[in-house]
């Protein structure tokens, strides 16, 4: 696979020389993917050399008292991440040895699916593909997924396209490969496009979408969007429409919506407030009592005032005709 190979080419030629990647004993890459968890590499070095001098073997960090253990982490932050290391030394010790299946990673405290993935497949060579965000990022660039991070969907998506692209052989040069392509050649912003090898071939790059991939989960902060609504008077006849499919209230029926608010419109509330799950509406909204009945855009329909009554309308709309 192109890709695939791709990327181990890569991974021979710019892979970064880590301590913890001249070695596949289990306990010194659980402690580098524990500490690297929310700490960069440059500030992660010192203290795995630091706790591999202090704790050469996982006995030794298991019959530790915490104190101690604490102490060593200090500047680290997340102390949750020390007290699992801990805690997890332990179980390791109780268990007779390290975990070499990656069910049995999993069940190690502080341990998630992505540190069970490079764990498994650095020091046991287990077949199982890191997903983090440097993979989705790669992927959805090369690819052209356009699937919402964060999603289930998304997980389950990138998930299996990184399993099927892992080389069964070299599944530890790949993950490490993947991880430091994303780090420092296709980074979040200003990619090296121009000297990336998989540019030939890359999706995104193809279509100048570099930017726009990967797509993150629209944030369930809500946003504002603004409206402005004219309600047309003309010899007790008002102009409505009915709402399209694709957007919120989908068969409401609403007044005039423009960009444009005609000469003599009469404004009735300004930046009126309205809040939705995911947004708040600011409406202005007008009063336009023209001589005659004005050409009407598209979807619009003249009714009867007095029918008004008769049509769904959305709350806001309600709202706002109570104040004309
Ligand atoms: S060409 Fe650019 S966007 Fe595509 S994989 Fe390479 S660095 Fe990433």
């Known amino acids: 696979m192109a890709f695939t190979e791709t990327i181990l080419h890569w991974y021979a030629e710019n892979g970064r020389d880590l301590p913890w990647r001249r070695t596949r004993d289990p306990y010194a890459v659980w402690l580098s993917e524990i500490i690297l968890q929310q700490t960069r590499v440059a500030q992660g070095w010192s203290y795995w050399e630091r706790f591999m001098a202090h704790f050469p073997t996982v006995e030794a960090l298991a019959s530790a008292p915490e104190d101690e253990v604490l102490r060593l982490w200090q500047g680290l ?129 193809a279509t100048g979408r570099v930017e726009l991939l990967p797509v993150k989960k629209t944030s369930a902060k809500p946003v504002e969007r603004h409206l402005t609504y004219v309600y047309v008077r003309v010899d007790g006849a008002t102009a409505i429409r009915r709402r399209g499919p694709g957007d919120i209230w989908q068969g409401l029926w609403e007044p005039w919506l423009t960009e444009e608010v005609p000469d003599g419109a009469r404004q009735v509330v300004r930046d009126f407030k309205h809040q939705l799950t995911h947004r708040t509406l600011l409406t202005d909204f007008y009063l336009w009592e023209p001589p005659v009945r004005p050409p009407l855009p598209e979807g619009y329909v003249w009714i009867e005032e007095a029918e008004l009554d008769r049509y769904a309308k959305p709350r806001l709309v309600e709202l706002l005709l109570e104040k004309l």
Do not use: W
């Not at 052989?169 to 392509?181: C, H, K, V």
């Open 77 to 205: 932050g997340y102390y949750s991440r020390a007290r699992n290391l801990h805690a997890a030394a332990r179980q390791i010790v109780a268990l007779g040895g390290f975990p070499g299946t990656l069910e049995g990673i999993r069940a190690l405290k502080g341990v998630g699916d992505y540190t069970a993935a490079a764990i498994g497949s650095i020091a046991f060579g287990l077949p199982a593909a890191v997903v983090d965000g440097n993979v989705y990022r790669v992927l959805a660039r090369y690819f052209g997924l356009a699937t919402p991070v964060g999603t289930t969907a998304a997980k389950k998506e990138f998930t299996e396209l990184a399993q099927r692209l892992l080389p069964a052989d070299e599944p530890a040069a790949f993950n490490q490969g993947m991880m430091d392509f994303g780090a420092t050649c296709c980074t979040p912003v200003n990619p090296a496009c121009m000297t990336c090898p998989l540019q030939p071939s890359c999706q995104a790059f």
